[in-house]
């Protein structure tokens, strides 16, 4: 695939960035776990490179972008230069041949001529510190050979957008490093779409948040019409609260012409319900699937056609902040009410802005108002201390843009532009969602600015019950230190793996194992250095052999009918006894550089005499593992039923992957659609095992700990601290919420064993 220019989007996956940029790598990653994403292919960024190399406008073309962005009318100029050199050139032969041979291809495998999106992907889009939503175009409905051709281009050259140009500039980007992939994909003619948090866009709170409206996903992601807003509590998976819009556009493919265009709404549907229960929570669960495979919250675009459901696209939500201490009182005499779509309060004088035109009225500290922002009033958002709209949901631009800025917001207010006028004096909670008129007095104001948001965290509970957090990329590990977690309970090397560039077998079939070893070093570093000196349990390989082969050198990789019960976890690194070498050495790497914090998890056990030879191993391979703690995953009910097998055998700890041993418990596969409703990690039978694994590791001193979804439900939870688990390690959006409830728990049974005391 190196060498190809244009790639089928299931021969891509996560480690693939720099080929096909974030959206593409996401999209491919997403097929391979088997969620329902429409297929599709991609123009590569090498593809890009080579048609700016080839057509020799490089130097032309970035010396184009040398202007003050700050200065709109120059901006302006900038892009139509830019813009007109990436048109005015040709793509080379071959890659065009090969766009058209794919799109053939594609029409081929649907039986017909199909229509199909065509989307930018960026090399450095939706990184988990930059989210480049909206900063390029994507054109919607395409159909024929020579009409994708030119979308592809027109694609190309929105890179060169005003939008695009200051963001990066803002950002710290380099024009000349940033390429852009464009991923052609089947058109989903939704009847109805919208856009999912699969956390809380702003706190990271373990509430999924959906918007949709009718026809397709453009009016909701555009903020042209105010979607319908549903949020579900993912922990007991019930429906919060639910507001249902007057939609009064939508967008539809013409069935004539085959464009994207927009109608009104039918009066019928104006008023009613985009989402029936039964969706909503049919897609809270693929939120959590797909937050669950990339390990952080993610935004995830969906529709649904004849009740069949898509994930369009998926990306990193890049605005989540660290929870303040108080919330803001402004009393309620509001003026305006909508979304609240960030947090914060700001007061200051409204300024009305009806396009690009009046950017500069807006001064430093006034309040933006709008019908709906545009790409192009990011300068001026920059500068505003909030941002009101009549239009937009949570997934709108105003939305996005000011969590990313730090900068209070509310959306969906309906009739902003004709309430307030310029200059009046406003209040705006970002969190409530409302508008005051005047100033009002703030007890404990929230801080609007990451920084500072930072330094005014909740004060933290002290817990006999060790809190900790799961991490599985070192991009998370910021997020996971600001939980103020007692340790990381589950370190995932495998996520770390199948983001290196090619199969672990080919650094060692090409002489370069001490290259990987290093990668592995450097990752696992960052993780136990932030901890440091709270322990980091490090698990040992654990991926499947499907995820593996989509790698570089991955084509050896056994293809098995079920890979969750095949050949993964110990089974693997006890026969593939040169790659647990590698993983051995650079735990001895980590030891050396003087990390006494590290310990090492051994997962999918099913035998004592695994643990045994996973031990020797380690010690015939040099790694002291008398001075480290090692244990175990229990994840196969044969592990639970004869953990007195696995004391005997030696161990430090054991840690519950709840996951797996629901699915194997139950024999449920929870990614299968027609039993996943069987899912059920408080089944009777699920802590039943778990409960007797805990009495018996508290007998003979072992710690016990969970590391499995279900460690971050709180009720959960409470029955663990209630059974005498020694630690919980949950994921980050729900640390905060696990500890508030062991704290409570652990009082509860003090204040209970007083009065017993006592009677």
């Not at 009847?191 to 453009?218: N, R």
């Not at 709008?370 to 909030?386: H, I």
């Not at 099913?606 to 391979?621: G, V, W």
């Not at 039923?641 to 797996?660: K, M």
């Amino acid at each position: 695939m190196a060498n190809d220019t244009v790639v089928w989007l299931e021969e891509v996956g996560k480690e693939d960035i720099a080929i096909v940029g974030g959206k593409g790598a996401s999209l491919g990653e997403m097929i391979h776990a088997e969620l329902p994403v429409p297929r599709g292919f991609a123009v590569t960024a090498q593809a890009f490179r080579r048609f700016i190399d080839e057509n020799d406008v490089g130097e032309r073309l970035f010396k184009s972008l040398e202007v003050d962005v700050d200065n709109a009318d120059i901006l302006r100029e900038a892009e139509k230069e830019a813009k007109k050199i990436i048109m005015d050139a040709k793509i080379p032969a071959d890659i065009e041949k090969s766009i058209r041979s794919k799109y053939r291809e594609l029409c081929k495998r649907e039986g017909s001529e199909v229509f199909v999106a065509v989307r930018s992907s960026a090399t450095a889009e939706d990184l988990p510190d930059a989210s480049f939503a909206g900063q390029q175009d994507t054109f919607l409905n395409i159909k024929g050979e020579t009409n994708i051709i030119e979308a592809v281009k027109k694609c190309w050259a929105s890179l060169y957008g005003a939008r695009a140009i200051y963001y990066r500039v803002k950002q710290g980007f380099d024009h000349q490093k940033v390429n852009l992939c464009a991923v052609v994909q089947l058109m989903v003619d939704a009847e109805k779409a919208g856009v999912m948090f699969s956390s809380h866009p702003s706190t990271g709170e373990p509430f999924t948040i959906i918007e949709g409206a009718w026809g397709l996903g453009e009016s909701v992601v555009s903020g042209s019409v105010s979607p319908d807003y549903y949020v579900v509590d993912k922990r007991n998976k019930k429906i919060t609260d639910r507001k249902i819009a007057i939609k009064n556009i939508m967008h539809i493919k013409d069935p004539e012409t085959g464009k994207t265009v927009e109608l009104p709404v039918p009066d019928g549907k104006k008023n009613a319900k985009v989402l029936d229960d039964d969706e909503i929570l049919k897609l809270v669960e693929f939120g959590d699937l797909v937050e669950e495979l990339y390990g952080i919250p993610q935004d995830v675009e969906w529709a649904i056609k004849n009740k069949e459901f898509f994930m369009l696209q998926s990306r990193p939500i890049t605005t989540i902040k660290k929870k303040t201490e108080t919330k803001e009182k402004i009393g309620t005499s509001s003026i305006l009410d909508g979304l609240g779509a960030s947090p914060g309060i700001a007061y200051g004088e409204a300024k009305l802005v009806a396009d690009g035109s009046e950017l500069g009225k807006v001064k430093d500290g006034d309040i933006l108002v709008a019908v709906m922002t545009t790409p192009d009033m990011v300068p001026a958002m920059k500068r505003a201390g909030a941002i009101v709209t009549d239009e937009g949901g949570m997934t709108c631009h105003a939305a996005i843009v000011s969590r990313e800025l730090g900068c209070p917001a509310v959306v969906g207010t309906r009739k902003a532009t004709s309430i307030l006028t310029d200059g009046m004096k406003i209040t705006v909670d970002g969190e409530k969602g409302l508008v005051f008129e005047g100033k009002k007095e703030v007890e404990g104001a929230k801080a609007t600015t990451p920084e500072k948001s930072m330094s005014l965290s909740k004060a933290k509970p002290v817990t006999a019950t060790e809190v900790k957090v799961n991490v599985s990329i070192p991009e998370a590990t910021a997020r996971a230190v600001e939980t103020q977690a007692d340790g990381v309970g589950l370190l995932r090397i495998e996520h770390m793996i199948l983001g290196l560039p090619k199969h672990p077998k080919q650094y060692i079939k090409e002489g370069k194992a001490d290259e990987y070893v290093n990668e592995l070093v450097s990752r696992i570093q960052v993780v136990v250095d932030a901890f440091y000196p709270k322990s980091v349990w490090v698990r040992t390989l654990d991926a499947p052999t499907d995820e593996f082969r989509a790698m570089e050198g991955g084509e050896g990789e056994p293809i098995e009918p079920n890979p969750m019960l095949g050949f993964r976890g110990i089974r693997r690194d006890l026969l593939d006894t040169e790659h647990f070498a590698l993983e051995v050495r650079a735990f001895k790497e980590i030891i050396k550089r003087g990390y006494n914090n590290m310990g090492i998890m051994i997962p999918l056990v099913q035998h004592p005499s695994e643990l045994k030879r996973a031990k020797e191993f380690m010690r015939s391979n040099g790694l002291d593992i008398d001075k480290i703690e090692v244990g175990i995953m229990v994840e196969i009910p044969a592990a639970a039923l004869i953990i007195d097998q696995f004391i005997a055998e030696g161990l430090d700890f054991v840690s519950f992957g709840t996951n797996d041993l629901t699915q194997y418990t139950l024999a449920v596969d929870r990614n299968n659609q027609h039993v996943a409703h069987l899912y059920n990690e408080l089944h009777p039978a699920i802590m039943k095992l778990i409960e007797h694994v805990i009495i018996e590791c508290n007998k003979a001193g072992v710690k016990t700990s969970i590391c499995g979804q279900a460690g971050s439900n709180p009720k959960v939870a409470k029955r663990l601290v209630e059974l005498g688990i020694t630690s919980i390690s949950a994921n980050i959006d729900a640390v905060e919420n696990v500890r508030d409830m062991v704290a409570r728990t652990e009082l509860q049974l003090l204040l209970k064993g007083a009065r017993e005391r006592k009677g």
